[in-house]
Structure formats: structure tokens, C-alpha cells
């Protein structure tokens, strides 16, 4: 798969390598390779997506709740 960074003429090779690690990163790729790099027994796997799963859900709860307290809405359901 390409990559392509489209530097401008004031851009330096620094700031060219900063563009493509942002566009790696915010693709996914980087992410995947760092997980990759060792075996992770699937016992382990299930656990640390569980656990990515409930800290996304509590996140949008109290992403929820800051709104509602912004809207001066006093009644918050609380998920499980």
C-alpha cells in the first residue's frame, strides 16, 4: 500500500518524516505493527479488548453526563 506525503517547498525532511509517521499512525499501521511485535496469547488478547471496551463506554457515559451538566439536565442514566 502507498503513502504518499505531499511536502511543500518551505518543508524540511524532518518535517516530511512527522507528515507520514501522523498519516501511519492516524491509518492504523503503526498501531497494528507496535501489537504485533510480540505473541500475545488469546486468553491475554480477549482480556485487553475487553478492558479497551468498557474505558471506551465509560468514556462516552462521562462524555454524556459533561453535556447533559452543560445543558442543565439533572437526570443522568447511568449505563452498566
Do not use: C, H
Amino acid at each position: 500500500m502507498k503513502v504518499l506525503v505531499n511536502p511543500t517547498a518551505d518543508d524540511g525532511v524532518d518535517r516530511a518524516l512527522k507528515k507520514l509517521k501522523k498519516k501511519l499512525f492516524d491509518d492504523g499501521r503503526i498501531r497494528d505493527l507496535t501489537e504485533r511485535r510480540y505473541y500475545e496469547k488469546p486468553s491475554v488478547l480477549r482480556r485487553r479488548k475487553k478492558l479497551a471496551a468498557k474505558r471506551r463506554s465509560q468514556l462516552a457515559v462521562a462524555q454524556e453526563r459533561t453535556r447533559m451538566q452543560q445543558r442543565n439536565v439533572r437526570s443522568v442514566k447511568r449505563v452498566p
